[in-house]
């Protein structure tokens, strides 16, 4: 089969399966556009299924095992494009390696000893990660729980897709993400009313009783030993007039000695000239005791007896042992501790300027989203019957020709927080007979039913539906005849815009894709396995004659005519 030019956007390229099930080692080559997978009943084509799930993060079943096997694995390869923003923003917000050449690769291991691991780009990931990325690669359509569209929030989105409402939802979420930085902004500043005053107050007041003390770092010890000086005054006064009464003053002082002392020393010298040296020690020595003299004199004068300078110097010692009790162990660190208080006192202060400013920037903002939310709803509102219209032709062409598709939608009351995608919930609903109250999707049973409905509305929506592999299974339950080809032509149609991926036992289904496998099985050395096949022509036209009835010549021309048909379809398409 000749290779088709792979468009632009993602796909899942590669799945290897190892150790599940009936598969010992199978790798799948998938292509661009709509696969199908067909095969007998039971030769594994759920297989394929069950691996889609396991490697997208669905719980693991360790009795899917294969029989004498240790663990099983299975991997999956996308090629990704430049609109998978949401994946590489996941990528990056959970520490991952980011895509090589764009290609994503998703790992999945679990063992029969019960240990279970996934990577993502070979990194060891959570199983919430995987399943994140998923949901944003996947959906499986059949008797599985990996359907993005039962989910509220992708119906919401779909919705906004198909009427055009993008960049009016993007500016609804443009302000919500403000209204919630300015939220945030509002927290950071003040906890509470309370707990603000209270912290205002106390720094005001550490602030205001520093900064009152007017310390100087180097004062303490002038201080101090002024203090000394000034509680000692009498006593220093008493000693130095004592010390002057020793000097010169008492009959035996010690100046009149020296004169004495100055007399004998004369004598010497008329006697002997060699004493001449004593003589001028004395006179150094008297000379030192009249200098001891005058400063004894000149410091008991300077010594001042003033109790209201002591009551000075005792208050202000006081007053700095306390604050140094309160702020720090030095006058340094009290004055650093000053400045401090003094520039978080500042910071508080202006928050109150940025609180009123918040709450005005805040009340404008309210307005404005009360503005652009209820013209969102508005418009919602207009283009769900256009939508609602689009799937009911969608799917009566499909087989549901008296069924009721709607859309039911809830705006938010006051006291309600706006999500980023505005003030309304919607819920797509369905009836599929006549008669019927509309359900919402999630709430059908039939596999066969959701399959159907899954492919009209993906049908209507294929432009804007951004997840890149549409998974089908099971959705020729309860079809045949004309409806069968309908089926075929709209995953083709699909196709032009997404990967798709059937599992199908109708022959006009399988004639529509445009690249084949099928999926068999078979003994080796008394174990089965199961393989898969891509096509060629002939092939091809084989199988689809067995899923016809057999291997005649009319199963034989049918099978030509399908596919002749199919092909012109495609062609016109």
């Known amino acids: 089969m000749t290779t088709m030019a792979r468009r632009h956007f993602a796909m899942l390229s590669t799945l290897r399966i190892k150790n599940l099930a009936l598969v010992a080692e199978l790798s799948l080559q998938?292509?661009?556009?709509?696969?199908?997978?067909?095969?007998?009943?039971?030769?594994?084509k759920s297989i394929i299924i069950g691996a889609l799930d396991l490697v997208l993060g669905e719980r693991a079943d360790r009795t899917a095992i294969r029989a004498g096997a240790d663990g099983c694995s299975v991997e999956a390869v996308f090629e990704l494009s430049s609109s998978q923003k949401a994946i590489f923003d996941i990528l990056e917000n959970n520490g991952l390696e980011p895509c090589a050449d764009n290609q994503l690769i998703l790992k999945r291991v679990f063992s029969a000893a019960g240990s279970n691991r996934q990577f993502i780009n070979g990194s060891p990931a959570t199983l919430q990660v995987l399943a994140a990325i998923g949901r944003e690669l996947v959906d499986m359509h059949g008797p599985h729980e990996h359907q993005s569209l039962l989910q509220s929030a992708r119906q919401l989105s779909i919705l906004d897709a198909f009427a055009g409402l993008n960049p009016l939802r993007e500016q609804f979420a443009e302000l919500v993400r403000e209204r919630e930085r300015l939220e945030s902004e509002k927290t950071e500043l003040i906890v509470d009313e309370r707990t603000y005053a209270q912290q205002l107050d106390l720094l005001r007041f550490q602030a205001n009783e520093i900064e009152t003390a007017n310390l100087q770092a180097d004062?303490?010890?002038?201080?101090?030993?002024?203090?000394q000086r000034s509680s000692n005054a009498a006593k220093l006064?008493?000693?130095?007039?004592?010390?002057?009464?020793?000097?010169s003053e008492e009959d035996n002082a010690l100046l009149t000695q020296a004169g004495e002392l100055g007399k004998l020393i004369q004598s010497l010298n008329r006697i002997d000239a060699r004493t001449s040296d004593l003589s001028a020690s004395h006179e150094q020595a008297t000379a030192a005791l009249r200098e001891l003299q005058a400063g004894l004199r000149h410091y008991g004068d300077s010594v001042d007896l003033d109790p209201q300078r002591l009551q000075q110097l005792e208050e202000r010692i006081t007053a700095i042992h306390s604050l140094k009790r309160k702020y720090g162990a030095t006058i340094a660190e009290v004055i650093g501790f000053g400045q401090e208080a003094r520039r978080k006192l500042q910071a508080l202060e202006e928050r109150e300027g940025q609180l009123a400013r918040i709450k005005s920037e805040l009340d404008a903002l309210d307005k404005k989203i009360a503005r652009v939310g209820e013209d969102l709803s508005a418009q919602r509102r207009k283009a769900i019957p256009r939508l609602s219209k689009a799937a009911m032709?969608?799917?009566?062409?499909?087989?549901?020709?008296?069924?009721?598709?709607?859309?039911?939608?809830?705006?938010?009351?006051?006291?309600?927080?706006?999500?980023?995608?505005?003030?309304?919930?919607?819920?797509?609903?369905?009836?599929?007979?006549?008669?019927e109250p509309a359900r919402p999707l999630r709430a059908i049973a039939s596999s066969g039913e959701m399959s159907r409905v899954m492919l009209a509305l993906k049908t209507v929506l294929a432009s804007e539906d951004q997840i890149p592999l549409l998974v089908f299974d099971e959705v020729d339950a309860n079809v045949g005849g004309e409806t069968a080809h309908v089926v075929g032509e709209k995953m083709l149609q699909i196709a032009n815009q997404h990967q798709v991926v059937c599992i199908t036992h109708l022959p006009a289904v399988a004639a529509s894709a445009v690249w084949h496998f099928v999926v068999s099985k078979r003994a080796v050395d008394g174990r089965t396995i199961s393989e898969i096949k891509l096509l060629e022509k002939n092939e091809r036209i084989q199988e689809i004659a067995r899923m016809l009835g057999g291997q005649s010549i009319a199963a034989v021309e049918h099978a030509k005519e399908l596919l002749k048909i199919c092909r012109s379809c495609s062609l016109n398409g």
């Open 30 to 44: 998938l292509q661009p556009g709509f696969n199908v997978i067909t095969g007998e009943t039971g030769a594994g």
């Open 219 to 227: 004062e303490e010890t002038s201080l101090d030993q002024e203090f």
């Open 237 to 247: 006064i008493e000693l130095s007039q004592s010390a002057l009464s020793m000097l």
């Open 393 to 435: 032709e969608q799917l009566g062409a499909l087989g549901f020709r008296q069924s009721h598709f709607d859309i039911s939608i809830r705006t938010i009351g006051a006291g309600e927080a706006a999500s980023s995608s505005g003030l309304d919930d919607i819920e797509f609903q369905f009836a599929p007979n006549p008669g």
